[in-house]
């Protein structure tokens, strides 16, 4: 289950999970398609939460100090 409030080192860990799942060759291939679409879910939530820090490191960078987005 992907949760929006769910901390980048957790979502990870999730990922991972997910990876030993799908290499199981006796996962069906609706548990794969489902595991897939939650590895994507959480792939995207990762990428978010990683731009939401790259723009906070680029705002300390011009201002020296922290701004609100």
């Not at 995207?44 to 987005?69: F, R, T, W, Y």
């Amino acid at each position: 289950m992907v949760d929006k409030e769910m901390k980048l080192e957790e979502a990870f860990e999730r990922l991972e999970h997910l990876m030993t799942k799908l290499e199981n060759p006796e996962v069906s291939l609706e548990d794969s398609f489902a595991y897939y679409q939650e590895g994507m879910k959480l792939l995207k939530l990762c990428n978010d939460s990683i731009d939401k820090v790259e723009k906070e490191l680029i705002i300390l960078g011009e201002n020296g100090e922290k701004d609100e987005l």
